[in-house]
């Protein structure tokens, strides 16, 4: 696209060129007010009086030491891992078949049912937590991993299935015909022809649904049920009860993985995109 | 989210001819629909019965009833409607803030900056966002805080005695709400921005209007339904959240997410917090029902 000031003649270009500069330097202080408070963390995490202020006084590694040593939040962690590759392998399943019968299939409600899967987007996590525990008292299901892991699934769905619904969108059907033409029955074509076309998006969806669960603070909030403990649940009564240096390593630790991440998700995504452009 | 017509219409040929049976779609698309009937649906009705249900008044147990006593509380009571007005307040004021920063950043990502650079401006916007949510927040904390990261960054400058109190107050809860929340703002604008035909503000200079004149009356209008979506969505967001106003808020920031979770904790009252629930749903679906009304979402994600 050609640019929009080429046509201009002269001082309104070096009038709107003024804007311009404005414009960038908002943005750039834009994107200092967002990575701000991710910064001050990381900073902290390595100073020696475990405070968040500015310059720091030194440089150590002793509260990721005692992030080593800390039972409780080890214990935590590992919790959190558990539950965020389960929901992770669980939403990813739901999508790959959510998005297979939405792109292949015409059904009645087709409209409704996608509008659906969106839901939970839409509903504020105390009001979802809320009714969770209605629920689950309701049906008799003790609070635990299993009740966090539901209300981790289902807050991640929308989330993985739209990127997984772009990914079964977004190849050439004819490789599918190709192979039910040369014998494969749909079941063979699936497993050999599509699951590994839309597999960046799956595995897109995946990470994704990973990262939200690992970062799931609300929910996890309401259904936990005091018994089972996940790393933003230690963080959170960390900081509202006792706030010690350990948590900035903690915080720090939590800020590489997701943001890893999220990068992947975001490489897998763009990564779909320029095959499918190529395509 | 888009796919061609083209494929849309493939399939439906294709589907139509090979699979007429319920089965396959049963198969597919039943397991999710049954996964959120039986865990978002159903938990939900059960709320709106619940908020219909009243309490003992000796024992505070739960007792099925029919009454309509916990909304009349919200409404009646000066506390419950103070927090609903505040709540209502923070979140207008919180998406007129974020409006005002997420638009001209949106602009120049979507509209100044060259399409490679593009993507690279857009995960610094995304990244953060899914990032920690509760680590974000105790970020501003650090920040805030006496004693904490900005107070000792203005007390480098010679001449400023910066006694900073801003952590458990109102300005922090905002801070921390535009914070958070504003990648849902920046998205919507973007992509209308990045859709925008530059023609169309070529020929409002070239009939001669002022810059101003041309924002108003072309850029703005054109790139309105990103604004309404990223508006709405902002503004459910920040009037549904629990966590920010509870770690930077004061006793006088609580918001109507907080009193819902204390009716599970100190206040205990299954049916009051039921009540409130609906009419945060309530809120959630007038605001969605504002911007199908307003904005062709076709038109921004199309």
Known sequence: MASPSASLTAPRAGRRLDARWLLYLLTAAVYIFLFSPILVVVIASFNPTGLTSFPPAGFTLAWYADLLRDGDILRALRTSLVVAVLAALLTSALAIAAAYGLSRFTFRFKRVIQAFFYLPILVPGVVAGIALIFWFKRIGLQTGLLTILIAHVVHAFPYTLSIVLTSFYGFDRRLEEASQDLGANPWRTFWRVTLPLVMPGVIGGALLAFTISFDEFVLTFFVAGGGVVTLPLEIYSRIRFLLSPVINAVAAVVLLVSMTLALAVQLLVLMRERRARAA | ?302
């Open chain 2, 1 to 302: 989210m888009a796919s061609s017509p083209a494929t849309a219409q493939m399939t439906t040929a294709r589907a139509g001819r090979q699979l007429p049976t319920l089965l396959p779609v049963l198969a597919t698309v039943g397991l999710p629909t049954l996964l959120l009937t039986l865990f978002l649906l159903l938990p939900l009705v059960l709320v709106a019965v619940y908020s219909v249900y009243s309490t003992d008044p000796i024992t505070g147990i739960m007792q099925p009833d029919f009454t309509l006593a916990n909304y009349e509380r919200i409404v009646s009571s000066p506390i419950y409607r103070k927090v609903f007005l505040r709540t209502l307040e923070i979140a207008l004021l919180c998406t007129g803030i974020a409006l005002l920063i997420a638009y001209p950043m949106a602009y120049t990502i979507g509209a100044l900056v060259p399409r490679e650079r593009q993507t690279l401006l857009l995960f610094l916007v995304i990244i953060p966002f899914w990032t920690s949510y509760i680590v974000r927040t105790y970020g501003w904390i650090g920040i805030l805080q006496s004693g904490g990261f900005l107070e000792s960054v203005l007390s480098l400058i010679p001449g400023v005695d910066a006694g900073l109190d801003v952590l458990y107050s109102r300005p922090a809860v905002i801070v921390g709400f535009v914070h958070v929340f504003l990648p849902l703002m920046i998205l919507p604008i973007y992509a209308s921005a990045r859709n925008l035909d530059h023609r169309l503000i070529e020929a409002s200079y070239d009939l001669g209007a002022s810059p101003w004149r041309t924002f108003l009356r072309v850029t703005l209008p054109l790139t309105m339904p990103g604004v309404v979506a990223g508006a709405t969505l902002f503004f459910i967001a920040t009037f549904g959240a629990f966590v920010t106003p509870q770690l930077l808020g004061g006793t006088e920031d609580l918001m109507m997410g907080n009193v819902i979770a204390d009716q599970f904790g100190e206040a205990f009252n299954w049916p009051f917090g039921a009540a409130l629930s609906v009419v945060m749903i309530l809120i959630v679906v007038l605001s969605l029902a504002l911007l199908f009304r307003f904005a062709d979402l076709e038109s921004i994600y199309g």
